[in-house]
């Protein structure tokens, strides 16, 4: 029974994926359309191996995603124990097949088949209902299930309320083996035990048609007794191994011609090869310190990753630095900065920047600016921002005057060891009038790491 349990797993994987990309150890399955639905992008090993060698393939493969997974079919304590021992989560799934008649029988006559369709306001009030949810990962979900239903034939069954969609599963078969997944009750109607009803429809359904029936569930989750007493029993069990992203990596800033988010190591990787490609007139040194003079040695990338790296790692409420990268049709053109310093107390921001010279004279450096200061001060409630110009940088100078900053002082600075000036500029909050329209995007959650919740 597992083992056709885990063939059936396999082809689905295999059939939803965009991408197969062979590993050491397995494949990598990806689905780049949807990069931000863990459950569409991972390496699958069929067998346990050294974690540390998972991990490597992970790493490897996973370069343009910000998570890391890796789901090893055939769970393994020792395997579980390396992943651990290196910061990764270890979630266990219980693989349960339907080996016996339930406990007892219910009414379910108010279950039926629906479309996908007409789950779309369930399954959305679903997802906005958890402590993660929002909009925009709603839709990322659905496009996941359009794959999911494109690669193995997928029914959705519904139970009613009140004429409402009250709780939902799916069945997906291919006519000798089913899956019953995606079990869900819409918060307000938790606890009449629809849940048990939806269920119980699905697998009659499932039955009529397929020798083998089986679902997932977690370890210490609830619904693992129902299932028990639906008549599934455990007959196998697989591991999602997890390295999950910073929570920053959610928060998006747009506009009309910019997206400014954190990089993945490929889209850093690609931002220090634009740098290389020049940002300025070397015969000039626009920054504080001269960190483009080193651009043609060895190792200038990797240490430019390194950089934004650094910044994610050393991240406090009272003290952190924003390295937003600013995306121009899906491409970094540039970074966008934000800084702050026992930000709670002062309510104060200090941004610098940098567009590659392809992506000069467009007008993007005052958008991405724009982008910045209406995070700092509708989004974080930031009641100054800083900036400055150094000598011989006109344009920074320009796009600080574009916004309304006003000159508060100088100082000297030595980039390259001759002193130049450094023209000091702030704008308070009410002063501001972004020229571009902003939407920020998952910033409500990450307030306290801004130590502006």
């Known amino acids: 029974m597992i083992d056709r349990i885990h063939a059936f797993r396999a082809a689905l994987q295999d059939a939803a994926a965009e991408q197969r990309v062979p590993a050491a150890h397995g494949v990598g399955l990806f689905a780049p359309s949807v990069r931000e639905v863990y459950d569409m992008n991972y390496v699958r090993a069929e067998e346990p191996a050294p974690a540390e060698e998972l991990i490597a393939d992970a790493e490897r493969l996973m370069e343009d995603y910000f998570h890391k997974r890796v789901i090893l079919e055939r769970a393994d304590s020792r395997t579980a124990t390396g992943f651990r021992a290196h910061g990764w989560t270890v979630v266990p799934h219980l693989i349960m097949a339907r080996t016996r008649e339930p406990d007892r029988r219910v009414d379910t006559s108010v279950v039926r088949e629906v479309s996908f369709d007409e789950l779309t306001d369930a399954r959305r009030e679903v997802t906005v209902g958890e402590p993660w949810g929002d909009d925009e990962i709603s839709s990322l979900l659905e496009d996941a299930k359009r794959l999911i239903m494109r690669a193995v034939p997928t029914r959705f069954f519904a139970a009613f309320a009140g004429g409402e969609v009250a709780a939902y599963c799916e069945v997906r078969s291919d006519g000798t083996v089913a899956q019953i997944e995606d079990v869900n009750a819409l918060p307000r109607f938790r606890g009449r035990g629809l849940g048990r009803l939806v269920v119980q429809h699905a697998l009659d359904e499932a039955r009529a048609a397929n020798d083998i029936v089986y679902l997932e569930a977690l370890t210490e989750d609830w619904p693992r007794q129902l299932y028990a007493k639906l008549g599934f029993d455990v007959v196998g069990e697989r591991h999602f191994n997890t390295l999950f992203p910073h929570p920053l990596t959610r928060l998006r800033v747009r506009t009309p011609r910019l997206e400014l988010r954190l990089a993945t190591r490929t889209e850093l990787r690609a931002l220090g090869e634009l740098a290389q490609r020049g940002i300025h007139d070397p015969a000039v040194m626009p920054f504080g310190v001269a960190w483009t003079d080193d651009s043609d040695r060895p190792g200038f990338v990797e240490e430019g990753i390194e950089h934004h790296d650094a910044r994610l790692r ?140």
């Open 314 to 453: 050393e991240w406090q409420p009272d003290n952190w630095t924003l390295n937003l990268i600013a995306f121009h049709h899906g491409h970094p053109a540039g970074v966008q900065s934000v800084r702050g310093e026992r930000f709670a107390e002062r309510r104060t921001v200090d941004t610098g920047s940098w567009l590659g010279r392809e992506f000069q004279g467009q007008g993007l450096g005052t958008e991405m600016r724009s982008a910045a200061l209406y995070l700092a001060f509708e989004g974080l409630a930031a009641t100054v921002a800083t900036s400055g110009a150094i000598a011989g940088n006109p344009q920074s100078l320009g796009v600080s005057r574009k916004l309304g900053y006003e000159v508060v002082g100088a100082h000297m600075v030595s980039p390259r060891g001759e002193p130049l000036e450094h023209t000091d500029l702030e704008l308070r909050r009410e002063n501001f009038r972004s020229p571009v329209p902003v939407e920020l995007v998952a910033l409500a959650p990450l307030l306290p790491l801004f130590g502006a919740g």
